[in-house]
């Protein structure tokens, strides 16, 4: 089993939709958890970190299952620039900024 | 105040040869990794250091070497290229609270 694993997609929503992802990662014992988007041959940019009481920033909002191990991300009226891959990452538990990355999702909103 | 260098952008080398990759911060952070991303996956990690004069291996490290005398630069060292290591190389700096920050990402190819 994949340690973060992922929907690879794609998700092909229009303008103004509402989307979510899922992820679901296999070490209990793993700490942080954060969503980076990537668009096409960039680098990752951290999205937003990802609280266990859930956390919204704007349209997005994300949420941690700590029981069933697992992390959404929702976004919400999507705009075309919403278009990119979005990546599950969470860290070590034993290793400090040791990150462990999803394959990721790839979201393209049309008009 | 540029954040994350990373030189050259794009590179061919041919089997054998060897070359590095620069990576230059100058946000003063400790913390600094390298990763590798095949087409379609996440990212994976080969090095990383926590300070000047410390270096410790990630998840596939064969093939590659590092070195970190100076806060500011953390080089990584390809010996003898091989095919396998055709990828998109990313360096990426620890913000705090395991927040990364990525720079453009070094593409290479190995004919």
């Known amino acids: 089993r994949k340690e973060v694993e992922q929907d690879p997609g794609p998700f092909n929503v229009p303008e103004g939709a509402t989307v979510a992802f899922n992820c679901t990662y296999s070490?209990?014992?793993?700490?942080?958890f954060f969503w980076y988007r990537q668009d096409c041959r960039k680098e990752p940019k951290l999205l937003m970190s990802?609280?266990?009481s859930g956390n919204e920033d704007g349209r997005f909002t994300a949420q941690l299952n700590r029981a069933s191990q697992y992390i959404s991300l929702l976004i919400r009226d999507s705009k075309l620039s919403d278009s990119a891959t979005y990546l599950c990452?969470?860290?070590?538990?034993?290793?400090?900024?040791?990150?462990?990355f999803g394959q990721g999702t790839i979201l393209t909103v049309h008009p | 105040n540029a954040g994350v260098t990373q030189t050259p952008k794009f590179r061919i080398l041919k089997i054998g040869q060897s070359m590095t990759l620069q990576c230059t911060q100058d946000?003063?952070?400790?913390?600094m990794y390298w990763y590798r991303q095949d087409p379609g996956m996440g990212l994976k990690l080969i090095y990383y250091?926590?300070?000047?004069?410390?270096?410790d291996k990630g998840e596939v490290p064969n093939g590659y070497n590092v070195s970190r005398s100076t806060t500011e630069d953390f080089p990584l060292r390809l010996e003898l290229a091989a095919p396998s290591q055709t990828s998109v190389y990313f360096c990426?700096?620890?913000?705090?609270?395991?927040?990364?920050?990525f720079g453009p990402g070094t593409r290479l190819t190995v004919l």
């Open positions: 990452v969470v860290t070590s538990s034993t290793s400090y900024g040791k990150l462990t």
């Open positions: 070490n209990s014992a793993s700490q942080s």
């Open positions: 990802v609280y266990s």
């Open positions: 946000m003063n952070h400790n913390y």
């Open positions: 250091s926590v300070g000047a004069g410390i270096t």
């Open positions: 990426a700096i620890d913000s705090g609270y395991n927040e990364q920050f």
